[in-house]
């Protein structure tokens, strides 16, 4: 061939490759945001975003865990709807039940509870980069579209977050209760973890 046609025509074919592979990306992007189970965890952002902070840590981590659990609890009715594997909808049923438990616990505490001095703005901080840290984990999982899979891969970040906000409150938190609380979801999301790991390694 030509040197002077091969040019245009490999130019041609790299433009065509590359169009391609952004195409793939972005049909790729649309598939992970219709995911109901990605739709639940940006919903869940949002609502914290729009939270009102106190600056006494554990009143918000209280207020922030309610709307952390409620996107679990969602995630985990999901699920039990769209998915097939039993061992999963087992541990999406005990997500539910224990997660429903420990909003009322956090909701009484609300209830009675009045922000204290001294204030630590930078709790919050914390807790916006750790859920933030949560959704860019997510937002880098490819997503399977079976709701099994994908439901054990976004608890995984889920519970993390769980646990890095539960390791600032025992930090920062003043109240006994709220420290019995995060240190009991760390120990319980921990062994859950391990749990949604290992099925992935089997059923991937």
Not at 1 to 30: E, G, T
Not at 57 to 64: G, L, R, T
Not at 100 to 110: D, G, K, M, S, V
Not at 192 to 203: D, F, G, K, S
């Amino acid at each position: 061939m030509n040197r002077l046609f091969r040019l245009p025509i490999l130019s041609l074919l790299v433009l065509v490759s590359l169009f391609s592979a952004c195409k793939m990306d972005h049909d790729m992007d649309d598939m992970k945001h219709d995911s109901p189970l990605m739709k639940i965890m940006m919903d869940m952002m949002t609502q914290m975003d729009a939270q009102a902070k106190t600056q006494d840590p554990d009143h918000d981590f209280a207020a922030q865990m309610v709307l952390h659990h409620d996107a679990a609890i969602k995630m985990s009715e999901e699920e039990l709807r769209a998915g097939s594997n039993q061992e999963m909808k087992t541990i999406a049923q005990d997500v539910i039940t224990k997660q429903r438990a420990e909003i009322t616990q956090f909701n009484t505490f609300l209830s009675g509870h009045q922000p204290t001095q001294p204030l630590v703005p930078q709790f919050n901080q914390i807790q916006k980069t750790n859920m933030d840290r949560m959704m860019a984990a997510t937002d880098a999982r490819a997503m399977t579209m079976r709701t099994d899979v994908d439901y054990a891969a976004m608890m995984i970040d889920h519970h993390q977050a769980a646990i890095d906000n539960s390791e600032a409150l025992l930090q920062h938190g003043r109240n006994a209760t709220m420290r019995q609380m995060a240190q009991a979801i760390i120990t319980d999301q921990r062994q859950e973890i391990a749990t949604l790991q290992n099925w992935l390694t089997r059923n991937r």
